[in-house]
């Protein structure tokens, strides 16, 4: 790709995953891109990661460790974009492991679309995990559904997200007020398209995600995803002036059918039996959030009251 290769400012957050990370950096360090052709910033949420990690892979990368407090994914995204030098912000997990081409596939969409988002393909790294081909497959679908024209998608995972660094803070980065990993990159990707910018899905620039779940953390996963939910549709709520709405029956009957097109039997139907799962976790998720919003706007006091007194949710 010579000297003419854009600059990369490749961020991963982290908490609490030293091993993890270290398989991230991994993958990083045998990037198919030259090596000062990009940088990686690991932002630490607070965790207890030591820069000892990292030392390994100072002499095949140009990796630096950030600090910030505990505050969640999209605060610790932004705190490394605060950082970056790159033309381009390129956006992965820390249980994530990049392919050898990640960069390349990404710098090559960018020479046909400098002022778009770019969003790469995330296939599930532990197939034998039922639990996360299930969640996977959920991805899958979402993709196949949203981004069925590649040049016009509508939403991509922030685990595999790149973007011109300008642009980036010209939107103001993520959305912090939120401080789960739900929700932040849909609402990310909405405010994008809504300043008339666009998203270009790019297959090639492979992320495997190496994220094992069990049926506690898979269904605490959806439940989360449900919450998040509630805070982007609120959001969008708002953003366009509309009331709040949600997806119509056909979207989730077509996700319990989408494995049987995917995969075999018996695992077809042991994914839509969790597929269900997920979609009851995430509907408690969305209630159990507008509830709990609901509930803490009422407490608020008016000022100028000397009593409590109950205001309407703005949702």
């Not at 993958?27 to 207890?48: K, M, S, T």
């Not at 803070?169 to 929700?183: I, K, M, S, Y």
């Not at 995917?262 to 997920?278: E, M």
């Amino acid at each position: 790709m010579g000297h003419r290769s854009p600059f990369f400012s490749v961020i991963v957050p982290t908490y609490q995953r030293a091993r993890q990370l270290a398989v991230c950096l991994q993958a990083l360090a045998q990037q198919n891109y030259p090596r000062d052709g990009f940088e990686v910033l690991v932002v630490d949420d607070g965790g207890a990661i030591s820069p000892a990690s990292l030392d390994a892979f100072r002499d095949r990368l140009n990796v630096k460790l950030l600090v910030q407090t505990h505050s969640g994914p999209a605060n610790a995204r932004n705190f490394g974009a605060r950082h970056a030098v790159g033309t381009f912000l390129a956006f992965t997990d820390d249980d994530c492991a990049p392919s050898q081409t990640w960069l390349q596939a990404l710098a090559a969409g960018f020479v046909s679309f400098p002022d778009c988002a770019l969003g790469g393909q995330t296939i599930n790294g532990v197939p034998d995990n039922p639990y996360s081909t299930t969640s996977q497959l959920l991805v899958d679908y979402l993709y196949a559904r949203w981004n069925s024209n590649p040049q016009q998608a509508t939403f991509v995972a922030s685990n595999n997200l790149a973007l011109p660094a300008e642009r980036f803070w010209t939107l103001g980065g993520f959305d912090a007020a939120w401080n789960r990993a739900a929700g932040e990159d849909r609402e990310f990707c909405d405010r994008w398209i809504s300043h008339g910018y666009r998203i270009i899905y790019v297959p090639e620039a492979v992320v495997e995600h190496l994220h094992g779940l069990t049926w506690r953390t898979f269904v605490c996963q959806h439940f989360n995803y449900g919450r998040g939910a509630f805070y982007f549709r609120r959001t969008c709520a708002r953003r366009h002036q509309r009331s709040l709405r949600v997806e119509r029956p056909s979207f989730y009957l077509e996700a319990l059918r989408y494995p049987f097109f995917r995969i075999k039997l018996p695992q077809a139907l042991v994914s839509a039996f969790l597929i269900l799962v997920a979609q009851i976790a995430n509907a408690a998720g969305f209630f159990c959030e507008g509830l709990w919003i609901s509930q803490r706007t009422r407490r608020i006091p008016v000022v100028g009251d000397t009593a409590r007194k109950s205001s309407k949710p703005e949702w």
